[in-house]
């Protein structure tokens, strides 16, 4: 169980989860592994505001199809959101969605919410699969019966929603103190245990391996105790996302699953300015993005990869991601190789409508060092040190303009392979 | 030394080159390991037609710009090829363009040629480092001194462009049997080596990773006696290319130094139906792509990715790629799992702009055995076999269309990792 809860044991009130949210996670037995996956979060209010951020695959699971369909009829409230683990409930068809429809009115009714699409679902596991509903009900029953605001039931909660995460992800921004800490060590999430009367954004999330654009194999709830209207809570999310989890890329795929999802209790009875709220709700989500990073199936080494002086942000996007896709380049890394002609190669498949540059004059820098200078031998690869940390940057400069864009992604090891060559659907 | 040097030691003429040409492979002493690295094929003739398709990387290397130049000016002939491996002369810039030049006006000199254009260069190995012109001159020279017509050379030619192949890569159209043989067996091989007095076409290739569409980190030089217009011999390589070397794809990561050649020496006397030409032509090198997916660094298995019943055959195409580079699925197929969630995943990442198709209602069939369908649960996975061979059989079918496309790729291993985590730029 996670350092802090034990410390925080008596703690009055939740660390990661703010005001106006009850939560809980249990084990209904249907992960291999008997730990937690089932969590249930319920938004106390007084606001139920509620927004999603989805997976773009066509190939999308069935809570996803729900969910999404949920908040467009309510225009943006949920009073509880579901979310299970084990368990994708991705490819099950007609069936797997009136598996999704049933837990989520099961739960309506055990929280009497009159209405069962202001009950949100995400699931996350194995694809091609129906939920085994047998054991969801029950562990759904029990969930409810010890929704609580203890910090026992927030690490619950966030080992709940995880699949091959090795820790849970928890990030925290706390206003009275203008802090963001992210659940690494206990101090630095104790720090954000304030109670002070202010607003607070706080969340978790889940996901390793299948992270790629238009987010990942991954779950992320984020809550908040400040007052937002949907219209402020679906803007600030989607800014917080293509900022975040829209930026990192771990192996290139892209699940059926992805959900993001803010809520919003208003428990704080503060309205913050917009622009400061979607600011610091942006650096939580990156705070679980980069989290993720750093857990992804076998990695040992993050990779920033920074693509200055485009044209345009997309153009810098675009070649990142091809940089940042290049297996080639993330066995190199592995290998503690310097290896820049594979950068450069990477940027030069990127086509000229996806980024403007001149293929003979663009500079490399690996952790510091330009190994190279207008497409060509740069400074000496002997200075480049990589096996040291774990944290590897790459700077690509196309020398065309003034913007710029990060994607973070992993090395390629024996650990991602032997990880995804042994998960079994 | 491959066994069929052995055995057709004394056999009249080449096995695999046509009649017209002189060639020659020697060790310059690039390759750290000693193994040859420097090859020369000579046209004589009568006819001195060439034709070229090189990789669209714009970030590409020093002899794929000249090649490309020396073509567009001779209007599509060559009377030699000058091949080197252990560098790749990638991003050296302008020093790196006049060691290529210089590389080809020294052949050119020693065989008389006036016109250095009409010289064609290619090289592969590692990108980033200048190429060893004090060994690379003197291996020019000792090349063009052992030029022969000996099945020997044959076999010094074809391990002259090799890097981290593990076999040479050889394969023959004999028109007199109207049979394809690749450079497996001995048999196969010898198969081709008729007297008959018909047109052959025969070629080498190396390539073993970094191979993507629009082609490999490969080389590939194709002769054939028949005779042809230069316009001809483009005409039929770019076909040839498109349905061979273009559908493969081991790695997603396009090499800047991709070449293909064909060469016409038109020394059979016999002009061919272009449209047979172009067949068999695509033939041998279909043959040739397939030997370098066998050979990909470090696959346990080959992967036939077959997209059926598309509405335009590009869609086909581009799911195919999209399925082809899942290092999801690879890793499944690698560990025998057959995890048909990932391919329907990696379907669905496609825009709708490059396929269309109902995401609700694909098959997926693995080895045979329809585990997915209507993107949902079909046959008992238990059905499938993967572990047992090493040919690995996916069929994605989008029901929506009639047109179909096919793309060889492999599964991810340790092997692939271990190989590029420690090949060294």
């Known amino acids: ?7 925080l044991w008596y703690n009055e009130g939740m660390v990661v989860f703010t ?5 809980a996670g249990v084990s209904a037995g249907m992960k291999k592994s008997g730990r937690n996956d089932v969590a249930v979060i319920k938004n106390t209010g007084p606001n139920k505001v509620a927004a999603g951020v989805f997976t773009t695959n066509r190939v999308h699971a069935a809570p996803v199809k729900y969910s ?76 409810t019966e010890q929704l609580s605001t203890s910090p026992q039931n927030e690490f619950a909660v966030a080992s709940a929603i995880c699949t091959t995460d090795t820790v849970e992800k928890m990030a925290v921004y ?4 203008d802090t963001i800490s992210s659940g690494k060590t206990l101090e630095e999430l ?26 990942a194999t991954m779950i992320s709830v984020i809550t908040t105790d400040a007052v937002l209207t949907s219209a402020q809570a679906d803007e600030a999310l989607k800014y917080a996302v293509e900022y975040s989890f829209n930026r990192i890329d771990a192996d290139g795929c892209m699940s059926t699953n992805d959900t993001v999802l803010l809520l919003s209790s208003g428990a ?19 705070a679980l993005a980069r989290q993720m990073i750093a857990d992804t199936e076998g990695s040992s080494h993050d990779i920033e990869v920074k693509v200055i002086n485009a044209l345009e942000e997309v153009h810098a996007l675009n070649v990142a991601r091809s940089v940042a896709r290049s297996n080639l380049l993330k066995c190199a890394i592995f290998g503690s190789d310097p290896n820049w002609g594979r950068i450069l190669a990477s940027v030069g498949v990127v086509s000229e409508a996806d980024a403007v540059f001149d293929a003979k004059n663009i500079d490399v820098a690996l952790n510091g060092v330009w190994i190279c200078k207008n497409s060509g031998i740069g ?47």
């Open 19 to 23: 005001r106006g949210f009850e939560i």
């Open 268 to 286: 704080s009875g503060i309205v913050p300015d917009l622009d400061e709220f979607k600011e610091k709700l942006q650096g939580v989500a990156y």
């Open 190 to 215: 104790a720090s954000a245990t304030s109670e002070e009367n202010n607003w607070k954004i706080g969340g978790i999330s889940k996901g390793a391996g299948m992270i790629a654009p238009q987010l």
């Open 68 to 143: 999404r369909l949920a908040l467009a009829k309510t225009g943006g409230n949920a009073e509880a959101v579901l979310i299970n683990s084990g368990c994708a409930n991705a490819c099950t068809g007609e069936r797997g969605y009136e598996h999704t429809v049933e837990s989520a009115q099961y739960l309506a009714q055990l929280l009497n919410i009159e209405d069962t699409n202001r009950v949100l679902v995400a699931s996350t596991g194995s694809i091609g699969k129906f939920i085994e509903m047998d054991k969801f009900l029950p562990g759904i029953l029990r969930a």
């Open 174 to 177: 706390n206003r009275s103190t």
């Open 1 to 7: 169980m996670c350092k802090f809860v034990q410390k």
């Open 379 to 425: 400074e000496p690869r002997e200075l480049v040190k990589i096996s040291e940390n774990r944290a590897v940057s790459i700077v690509v400069d196309l020398k065309v303009g003034s913007k710029s864009a990060t994607i973070l992604t992993n090395d390629l090891t024996y650990g991602y392979v032997k990880e995804n060559a042994e998960y079994t659907t």
